[in-house]
């Protein structure tokens, strides 16, 4: 039957064995990930073979779902019109949805006239793992980590026609709010597509971390690297020095606790917490500072636009720095760490010193 495929040829000894016989998955034939999913369908008394009714949560339910994911929408929207382009002529289609798997956005080529499109491509329509199974929407909420789900995947047999990317999306306060996934019906399969995703869902995080209100905006990135990137970590930090928002690079630079709510700027950076005010205010740029655990990160402390920096720390209207004014900085910096010398600081930024002479003469 899958002769001329042989992944789906593996997948179908994984569902034999562990649909079928309740046996441990083939080794290597899927991911755990998904003998992890199988096996909570399994758990809640479903079959693969039943039909699968995909039914909206009411009405009420569907209204609280878009009022208390604004934030949300608000922050993706750009982002989820930026796919179209990347997807163009794929017919993959993006779905946004809540933490608990509710569809709050559709964006793209969905086919009206399929109803196996129309099906899931609504608002108000549940897709968590307990409605319909085996999804990478489903499964990327359950396990909280960016998936690629194979057709052959999903648990049951009316949703093996769906190829899909899913990864969730953790709110400046560290827990899942959503996600975001990629679906085609019936198309090639397209596995760089879990690469997209997961970037478009960065650019989503770093956008509500951007929004969370703060007094201080602190940007990190590691020695050598430039900071003003979408790679950078964020701080959102109020006016006692409280972290009140963190994007993912920020939670994984400095080894954030999540779900526990945020510490204190002391118990992170081995500083006083008011020279981060001090130095936003002054626009020193750049700084190295040392971490508690012993590392060192570059920091770049930025007022907010509308905000004084702090009562307690002298308070001064700031402005957003322009991201050529960060990339400037950063190269400033370099240079003075190497003494001057240009090409030293050239080849730990990684650029060339014509590069690093173009951007210093701008200024």
């Known amino acids: 039957m ?49 039909r699968v009714v995909f039914e909206a949560v009411p009405a009420a339910a569907i209204r609280r779902a878009l009022e208390s994911s604004q934030p949300l929408l608000q922050a993706a929207a750009p982002v989820i019109r930026s796919l179209a382009r990347a997807m163009a002529h794929t017919r993959y289609f993006a779905i946004l949805t809540n933490a608990e798997g509710v569809v709050i956005d559709v964006n793209g080529p969905v086919d009206r006239h399929d109803p ?106 590691w020695p050598g690297r430039m900071i003003g990137e979408e790679g950078d970590g964020l701080l959102a930090v109020d006016a006692d020095g409280l972290i009140t928002g963190a994007n993912r690079n920020a939670v994984e ?11 204190h700027c002391s118990d992170v950076f081995a500083v006083p917490t008011s020279s981060l005010f001090d130095a936003a205010r002054q626009r020193r740029g750049v700084l190295e500072l040392p971490l508690w655990s012993g590392l060192r990160l570059l920091v770049m402390p930025l007022p907010h636009a509308d905000t004084p920096t702090s009562a307690g720390h002298g308070a001064a209207h700031g402005h957003a720095v322009p991201l050529r004014d960060v990339e400037t900085a950063m190269i400033r910096k370099a240079v003075e760490d190497a003494g001057g010398n240009v090409a030293e600081a050239a080849r730990a930024l990684g650029i060339s010193r014509a590069t690093v002479y173009r951007k210093l003469e701008r200024r």
């Open 2 to 50: 899958h002769a001329g495929d042989p992944r789906l040829w593996q997948i179908e000894r994984a569902r034999q064995s562990l649909l079928a016989d309740q046996a441990p998955a083939v080794a290597g034939h899927i991911p755990a990930w998904v003998e992890r999913s199988w096996r909570r369908c399994l758990a809640r008394g479903l079959s693969p073979r039943q």
């Open 116 to 221: 196996r499109a129309t099906t899931i491509a609504r608002v108000g329509v549940d897709l968590s793992e307990a409605a319909v199974g085996t999804t990478a929407i489903g499964t990327s909420l359950a396990e909280i980590q960016p998936v690629w789900l194979h057709r052959g995947e999903h648990f049951f047999d009316d949703t093996a026609i769906y190829s899909c990317a899913g990864a969730p999306v953790i709110g400046p306060d560290g827990r899942c709010i959503g996600m975001l996934d990629l679906t085609g019906i019936d198309v090639p399969e397209r596995p760089a597509l879990k690469h997209l995703v997961t970037q478009s869902v960065r650019s989503i995080e770093n956008a509500l971390t951007l929004a969370q209100p703060h007094h201080l905006l602190l940007r990190l990135q």
């Open 253 to 263: 630079m400095l080894a954030l606790p999540m779900g526990t709510g945020w510490p």
